[in-house]
């Protein structure tokens, strides 16, 4: 369930539209909402003084375009590293899910230009919403979950579960990835998908819940075919498990795997054509 968000808003305004398309979701509106800001350290007294300023309007000009309830809201304006303060607030909050911004910057250049989202991602457990500067959001009706039977994948199908409920018009898309057939075989498969042994428990949940689905099947590279499909399918949210498979000593440091754009989830992010909700199981 969603029941606790936090918002690490910029001044570029993308994370509050999503946010606004998520509240016409009906599982969400009851949630209780974070909006953060933060500042990083100054060179002066003088620049920190004007940045919180800075801060403060942005803040302002957040709230006012979520329009929600204030009782619903708690604006928390920071100092400190970015990419530090979103994830202690996040733990303090006890959140169910971020939202950040995304720059979708790939492999080393999201270590060379200090990429927050991507680093905050390597470090919680939490779901995340990213949302790239370059993508269009819209209301929330068709959502994809990739699906590879890992625990991280199950759970984001739980959530896609939760948002789907009571939402009139929405369609949930099951997707299943094969590997190539061949080095240029990447084709979407016609042998009835339902039966697919990934996808075939996700099917009995969806019909269990009544909830209107169609399953999908292709043969190729995961990352480019899940973002193919993505835009093929007009998804309006993109819903992907990324198991944690680091050591339990290593649980506090970056996943280098991740950061330098070696995973399926940093393909994704950077390249797919829809806000993704990346959410995560611990090993």
Same mark, same amino acid.
């Given at each position: 369930?969603?029941?606790?968000?936090?918002? !690490?808003? =910029?001044?570029?305004? &993308?994370? +509050? %539209?999503?946010? *606004?398309? $998520?509240?016409?979701?009906?599982?969400?509106?009851?949630?209780?909402?974070?909006?953060?800001?933060?500042?990083?350290?100054?060179?002066? !007294?003088? =620049?920190?003084?004007? &940045?919180? +300023? %800075?801060?403060? *309007?942005? $803040?302002?000009?957040?709230?006012?375009?979520?329009?929600?309830?204030?009782?619903?809201?708690?604006?928390?304006?920071?100092?400190?590293?970015?990419?530090?303060?979103?994830?202690?607030?996040? %733990?303090?909050?006890?959140?169910?899910?971020?939202?950040?911004?995304?720059?979708?910057?790939?492999?080393?250049?999201?270590?060379?230009?200090?990429?927050?989202?991507?680093?905050?991602?390597?470090?919680?457990?939490?779901?995340?919403?990213?949302?790239?500067?370059?993508?269009?959001?819209?209301?929330?009706?068709?959502?994809?979950?990739?699906?590879?039977?890992?625990?991280?994948?199950?759970?984001?199908?739980?959530?896609?579960?939760?948002?789907?409920?009571?939402?009139?018009?929405?369609?949930?898309?099951?997707?299943?990835?094969?590997?190539?057939?061949?080095?240029?075989?990447?084709?979407?498969?016609?042998?009835?998908?339902?039966?697919?042994?990934?996808?075939?428990?996700?099917?009995?949940?969806?019909?269990?819940?009544?909830?209107?689905?169609?399953?999908?099947?292709?043969?190729?590279?995961?990352?480019?075919?899940?973002?193919?499909?993505?835009?093929?399918?007009?998804?309006?949210?993109?819903?992907?498990?990324?198991?944690?498979?680091?050591?339990?000593?290593?649980?506090?440091?970056?996943?280098?795997?991740?950061?330098?754009?070696?995973?399926?989830?940093?393909?994704?992010?950077?390249?797919?054509?829809?806000?993704?909700?990346?959410?995560?199981?611990?090993?």
């Amino acid at each position: 369930m969603i029941q606790r968000i936090l918002i !690490a808003v =910029a001044g570029l305004g &993308k994370c +509050e %539209e999503m946010f *606004k398309m $998520l509240m016409e979701v009906p599982a969400i509106q009851q949630a209780y909402v974070t909006i953060l800001h933060v500042v990083p350290p100054q060179a002066t !007294a003088d =620049a920190m003084s004007a &940045k919180l +300023e %800075e801060g403060g *309007k942005i $803040l302002a000009s957040a709230v006012q375009s979520v329009n929600l309830d204030p009782k619903q809201v708690n604006v928390r304006l920071k100092q400190g590293d970015p990419k530090d303060v979103v994830r202690e607030v996040a %733990e303090e909050e006890n959140s169910d899910l971020i939202i950040m911004g995304s720059r979708g910057l790939k492999r080393l250049e999201s270590i060379l230009k200090n990429s927050i989202s991507q680093y905050v991602f390597q470090l919680t457990s939490r779901p995340m919403l990213l949302v790239r500067d370059d993508v269009y959001v819209k209301k929330i009706y068709r959502i994809m979950v990739a699906m590879d039977g890992s625990d991280a994948a199950k759970n984001c199908l739980k959530l896609a579960f939760f948002l789907l409920k009571d939402l009139k018009g929405a369609q949930l898309f099951l997707v299943h990835i094969n590997p190539p057939l061949s080095e240029k075989g990447q084709e979407i498969s016609t042998a009835q998908p339902e039966q697919d042994p990934i996808l075939a428990p996700a099917v009995a949940e969806a019909k269990k819940l009544g909830i209107n689905y169609r399953c999908v099947t292709a043969n190729g590279r995961a990352g480019e075919q899940i973002c193919l499909l993505a835009e093929d399918l007009n998804i309006d949210l993109l819903m992907l498990g990324s198991p944690d498979r680091r050591p339990s000593m290593a649980k506090s440091l970056p996943d280098l795997d991740r950061l330098l754009g070696n995973s399926l989830s940093d393909y994704v992010r950077v390249h797919a054509s829809c806000p993704v909700l990346l959410a995560r199981t611990i090993a």
